[in-house]
């Protein structure tokens, strides 16, 4: 299309989920839409018509529903939108038997799961993301771009319950650099997922 603005209806899911939009153009500036907050306009190339750049906006939205994704440009433009909804981080409550001694906090850690915002972020060219396991299993850590392709799988192991800390440097399964973009990593842990987004910026 070659337009100056884009508006297109986008259904959610859950409660509390944040939706998100991505819009590629061409020598132009993006604005977000109404109740969206632009996170990062990514430009590559030399000014003028050979300039391609790359904007994303959220918005969290309390109940679930259809809302508009939205946007405008800085004049007329070929474009292309990307949108989505990313679920909140669920709370895990496996059952366990705890004896009477254990401490009340103790209890409290082992109910959750915690996959934290990745720091720093936006980030260049690494960055440190930091999760807690309430219980010893296997854990997966897979890296995925826009188009929710996987680019890296930094681990797929058997790890000890506790709070851990992995420092990604922005590379695919090949040790190659990353382009600058938006990312997905997610957390498996069993039967649960969490996804977070983080921005490359190089």
Do not use: C
């Amino acid at each position: 299309m070659n337009n100056a603005s884009y508006s297109f209806n986008l259904t959610t899911t859950i409660n509390g989920a944040m939706v998100y939009g991505a819009a590629a153009m061409r020598h132009r500036t993006h604005t977000p839409g109404a109740g969206y907050t632009e996170r990062a306009e990514i430009k590559q190339g030399s000014s003028g018509e050979s300039q391609a750049s790359v904007a994303v906006e959220d918005q969290s939205v309390a109940s679930a529903g259809t809302l508009a994704l939205n946007g405008s440009f800085s004049g007329n433009v070929d474009w292309a939108v990307v949108g989505g909804e990313i679920k909140p981080q669920l709370n895990v409550s496996p059952l366990a038997s705890l004896s009477a001694r254990e401490p009340a906090t103790d209890f409290l850690q082992a109910l959750s799961y915690q996959l934290e915002q990745n720091y720093p972020n936006p980030f260049n060219p690494g960055t440190s993301i930091r999760y807690s396991l309430p219980q010893a299993g296997q854990v997966r850590l897979t890296i995925y771009d826009l188009h929710g392709q996987i680019v890296s799988v930094p681990f797929n192991s058997f790890q000890n319950a506790g709070t851990h800390l992995f420092n990604w440097q922005a590379k695919d399964a090949h040790g190659h650099a990353l382009p600058s973009g938006v990312y997905f990593y997610r957390l498996e842990v069993g039967s649960q997922v969490v996804t977070r987004r983080m921005i490359l910026l190089r």
